[in-house]
């Protein structure tokens, strides 16, 4: 499978905590992305990053790819409740938009 | 607004009974994609579109068809749907590699 799967399943915090999520995967890739889902809802992209990057940032969010390792991790700092949703790793193993999700990590920040 | 519109948003039919569920992009995307989201298996993807008139297979096309006409709209096809294709069904539109969702339909059939 060229799934990616996400660890932990389910990851529950306090607010203010930060959050780390881990995402590993199997075959080579162009690019890594993470989503955000709020229950039934669409998805929304988060990040991507290359596989020639090993660090991008934006706000509350670092992510970090290693590729050697064929692992990526995302990092929500300073949690807050209103991140409480799923986040979805994404693999594009050849740059043509064809992206492969794994199952997610379900986060629920507690106020 | 730039969006990703699909209809109907909730569905309830009968093993057999055609449906279509329409996708729609203002953001005048080449690329467009049909996902459908299961408890435990996460997104899979049934099938692409890369411009109009240009589509292929996803991993789980069995089942669907698709048409690109136009290059706004996408829609999914259930020729005689089953039971096991009950499911939350995403569109997306896709530019610089960027995945933009819509807001899903849910699909029941019994």
């Known amino acids: 499978s060229q799934q990616g799967e996400e660890d932990p399943q389910a990851l529950s915090i306090q607010e203010g905590e930060n959050a780390t999520m881990n995402c590993s995967y199997k075959?080579?890739?162009?690019?890594l992305q993470w989503y955000r889902q709020n229950s039934g809802r669409g998805l929304v992209h988060l990040i991507l990053?290359?596989?020639?990057?090993r660090e991008k940032h934006s706000g509350r969010l670092r992510v970090t790819l290693d590729t050697s390792k064929k692992s990526s991790s995302l990092l929500i700092t300073a949690s807050r409740a209103a991140d409480t949703a799923s986040y979805f790793c994404?693999?594009?193993?050849?740059?043509?938009?064809?992206?492969?999700f794994g199952t997610g990590t379900r986060l629920t920040v507690i106020p | 607004e730039a969006q990703v519109t699909q209809n109907p948003r909730y569905l309830i039919t009968v093993t057999g009974k055609k449906l279509t569920v329409t996708c729609s992009q203002n953001?005048?995307?080449?690329?467009m994609s049909w996902y459908r989201q299961d408890p435990g298996l996460g997104l899979r993807q049934i099938y692409y579109?890369?411009?109009?008139?240009?589509?292929d297979k996803g991993d789980v096309p069995e089942g669907y068809k698709v048409s690109r006409k136009e290059k706004r709209n996408f829609p999914l096809i259930l020729e005689s749907p089953s039971p096991n294709q009950t499911s939350l069904y995403f569109c997306?539109?896709?530019?610089?590699?960027?995945?933009?969702f819509g807001p899903g339909t849910r699909l029941t059939v019994t």
């Open positions: 994404a693999t594009d193993p050849t740059g043509a938009n064809n992206l492969f």
């Open positions: 075959t080579s890739i162009n690019n």
């Open positions: 990053i290359r596989s020639n990057e």
């Open positions: 953001m005048n995307h080449e690329y």
């Open positions: 579109s890369m411009n109009v008139e240009v589509t």
């Open positions: 997306a539109s896709i530019r610089q590699g960027k995945q933009y």
